[in-house]
């Protein structure tokens, strides 16, 4: 076994198994993607390190745990339509696009948007694509989604994201309640097209900047 290989397994079992995610299907695609892949190349040896890593443009690539965390409170289904918003490295999107039938990812930022496409095709996740854009829109011409994934934390949760989700489809987005302090929102569309709101864990993301989100530049920029 060399070192990322054992890293990996670490990851799987303590950062991941030991705290609660427990989906098959999430832990297979956790084991499946190379994170080291997605990683600044000084920065391979941490990739399965229990954190957020740096990427390009003062962004990051999130904790592995809430990577799974988020897939597995989405319950992304085989056969499901997913939408990300914050492709970032690519990561997140290509760990979902081991649980779903395509995954569109969107990132506002247009040269990290070209660097997660050409990751994609070259280690050949053929069902995720990336859009440079605004992703607290969504992405209305694919809509409805039966899961929608957001990896930045915004002011509140975007009607435009509530109205795309498909009848019995998941949000998962990181809401600022008070300045500083952020939680993790589970929103389910029921079948009467009503909408129910859980709150699932206290994160720290970087911002949500757009149109439905923050305005313009904020703190971390
Ligand atoms: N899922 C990523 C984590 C990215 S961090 C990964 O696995 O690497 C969050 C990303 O959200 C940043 O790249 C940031 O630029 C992006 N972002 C912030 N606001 C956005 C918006 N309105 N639309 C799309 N992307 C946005």
Redesign the pocket.
């Known amino acids: 076994m060399n070192d990322l290989t054992l890293a990996r397994q670490t990851m799987l079992n303590h950062h991941l198994l030991d705290r609660g995610i427990e989906d098959e299907r999430v832990l297979a695609a956790m084991e499946r993607v190379p994170r080291e892949e997605?990683v600044a190349e000084q920065a391979r040896d941490h990739a399965y390190d229990d954190r957020p890593l740096p990427?390009e443009?003062g962004?990051?690539?999130?904790q592995p745990y809430i990577?799974a965390f988020m897939a597995q409170a989405a319950a992304v289904r085989e056969g499901d339509r997913v939408l990300?918003?914050?492709?970032?490295?690519?990561?997140?999107?290509a760990v979902l696009g081991q649980l779903a039938a395509r995954v569109d990812?969107?990132?506002?930022?247009e040269s990290?948007a070209a660097s997660a496409a050409k990751r994609m095709s070259r280690l050949d996740y053929d069902n995720v694509r990336v859009h440079a854009?605004?992703?607290?829109r969504g992405l209305r011409e694919l809509a409805p989604f039966d899961a929608i994934i957001v990896?930045?934390a915004g002011p509140a949760v975007p009607d435009a994201l509530r109205e795309q989700l498909a009848i019995g489809g998941r949000l998962v987005i990181p809401v600022e309640r008070r300045y500083g302090h952020q939680q993790l929102v589970l929103v389910t569309r029921e079948d009467d097209g009503s909408f129910t709101e859980r709150d699932l864990l206290g994160v720290a993301?970087?911002?949500?900047?757009?149109e439905h989100?923050y305005r313009g530049a904020t703190r971390s920029e």
């Open positions: 997605f990427i443009e962004q990051t690539i999130s990577v990300e918003i914050g492709a970032g490295s690519g990561y997140g999107a990812t969107i990132e506002r930022i990290l854009a605004d992703g607290t990896t930045a993301f970087v911002p949500l900047v757009g989100g």
